[in-house]
């Protein structure tokens, strides 16, 4: 227990630097992948067609590789990224394209009577997509936010091949330098803590988005 | 003569080479309630959504209320500006087969949505204008049900309710009932039957013969993109001229 304490505020800054990556990649990629998916379904073919390509090249390539890419080839033509902002960067980009596709399917799912019922009623498109349509989609792409974000959590662990002092390399180094392997226990509870926290989050949010649906 | 709310010229309409609508003239006049009948596929749903721009026509012009929805130019169709198209449209109402409630809202927030997003109305007051018609469709003790706790022919009565509370010109009604079982079906004709007693101005697509001679102040038989028929109820179904109609009717009596 001594051990554990005393390893506390160590991991703690570990955990800071796997949260920030966390937070920022959800506050990005979640906006960008929800406007790349209208493109995904927007009348302009070549807007379309982009939006594809981007989706097929960011899920058709492994994270790791692209984690590389932005470390390690940016600067080689001449972008400069600092070793966060490079795994910030890459994380928006693969992350968004899962939302992508994810509110893309959403959308979808929503019947065009709803969409031809907001314009009997004169709304514009903007209130039908706020009023009636994303109301209706928020309910729908629920579980597979929280699937991705729950996997994002512990894709963050993937820095570590950035030599970023996440919360997996932090731990790492205390297992080697102390002999111990307390601090992946003390890792794990930590992932599984944030899991569990993220998992009744999104179920709270599940309800305030089910009243409707008949039990 | 009674005011003209839908002034309709020469309408066309076709899907690529597909020539739908073949140019169709009527007035809709106020207090009138047109049943529009055909065979299956002979444009009847087309004609009607082209009035509230959910199609867009390929020719002729449509003036509702005296505001000039579309109208054709040198043989080329010119819309109103996007804003213009949705205040016209606005005065208009739509019941579709499918009911198309809105299913994450309560049934007085279905009502109260548009007059309050669209007309920027005051809330208050569109609540108590949609409880009103709620009574007046029934439903008084359903303000708080969602769509999915009602049975089809609430639900239908909702989507009637929500069109009123745009106090709309002329009211649209495509086969209101053919998504319903028979005792449900009359319910939401009863409600039609009131609304025409109101003389609220209806067109309504239907199946129903019934409520086509006995409700309805004309009957229109289109068929094969064009009125053939169109008159009084009892005369056009007692006397039919061409052998389209006899056929029609001789089908549906059967
Ligand atoms: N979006 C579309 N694209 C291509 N063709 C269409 C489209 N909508 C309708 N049509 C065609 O237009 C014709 C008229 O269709 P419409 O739905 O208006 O018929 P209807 O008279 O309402 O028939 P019903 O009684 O079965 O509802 C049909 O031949 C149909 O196949
Ligand atoms: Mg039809």
């Not at chain 1, 002092?165 to 392997?181: A, E, I, K």
């Not at chain 2, 449209?89 to 809105?102: D, E, K, R, W, Y």
Request: glycine share 6%; hydrophobic share 45%.
């Amino acid at each position: 227990m001594d051990y554990v304490i005393y390893i506390i505020p160590q991991m703690i800054a570990g955990i800071g630097v796997s949260l920030n990556i966390f937070v920022l990649t959800l506050l990005f990629a979640i906006p960008l992948g929800f406007l790349m998916a209208l493109g995904r379904l927007s009348k302009i073919q070549p807007i379309r067609k982009a939006v594809e390509f981007y989706v097929w090249l960011m899920r058709g390539t492994p994270l790791m590789l692209q984690l590389f890419f932005f470390y390690f080839a940016l600067p080689a033509v001449g972008i400069l990224l600092s070793d966060f902002n490079a795994a910030i960067v890459a994380f928006v980009f693969n992350y968004s394209a899962y939302f992508c596709e994810i509110f893309r399917s959403g959308i979808g799912a929503i019947p065009k009577g709803q969409y031809e019922a907001a314009h009997t009623l004169g709304m514009s498109y903007t209130q039908t997509m706020r009023r009636i349509i994303l109301p209706q989609v928020v309910r729908i792409v629920l579980p597979p936010v929280s699937n991705e974000t729950i996997t994002l959590v512990k894709d963050t662990s993937l820095v570590y091949v950035l030599a970023m002092n996440d919360l997996m390399r932090t731990t790492r180094n205390l297992v080697q330098r102390d002999f111990n392997m307390t601090p992946f226990l003390v890792a794990a509870a930590f992932y599984l803590f944030a899991t569990f926290i993220l998992t009744e989050i999104f179920n709270r949010i599940e309800k305030k988005y089910s009243k409707h649906v008949q039990q | 003569m009674a005011d003209v709310k839908v002034k309709i010229r020469n309408l066309k309409k076709s899907y690529g080479n597909l020539e739908v609508i073949k140019g169709i003239d009527l007035d809709i006049c106020e207090g009138e309630v047109i049943a529009l009948v055909g065979p299956s596929g002979c444009g009847k749903s087309t004609f009607l959504r082209c009035i509230n721009k959910l199609e867009d026509v390929t020719g002729g012009s449509i003036v509702i209320e005296g505001m000039t929805l579309c109208e054709e130019k040198n043989g080329k169709v010119h819309y109103a500006p996007e804003q213009e198209v949705r205040k016209i449209v606005s005065h208009t109402g739509m019941v579709f087969q499918q009911f198309n409630l809105f299913p994450h809202m309560t049934v007085l927030e279905n009502l109260i949505e548009a007059p309050i997003q669209v007309q920027k109305r005051n809330p208050q007051e569109c609540i108590v204008e949609a409880r009103e018609l709620l009574k007046k469709v029934g439903l008084a003790d359903k303000e708080n049900a969602y769509p999915s706790q009602l049975s089809g022919g609430q639900q239908q009565r909702v989507a009637i309710a929500r069109g009123l509370a745009m106090n709309p010109g002329v009211m649209l009604f495509d086969e209101p009932t053919s998504a319903l079982d028979p005792e449900l079906t009359v319910e939401v004709l009863k409600i039609m039957q009131e609304l025409a007693a109101e003389k609220m101005t209806m067109v309504v697509v239907t199946h129903e013969m019934g409520f086509a001679r006995d409700v309805a102040s004309k009957v229109i038989f289109i068929d094969e993109g064009i009125i053939k028929e169109q008159g009084d109820p009892h005369e056009v179904f007692g006397n039919p001229k061409s052998e389209r109609l006899r056929q029609f009717l001789k089908v549906l009596l059967k």
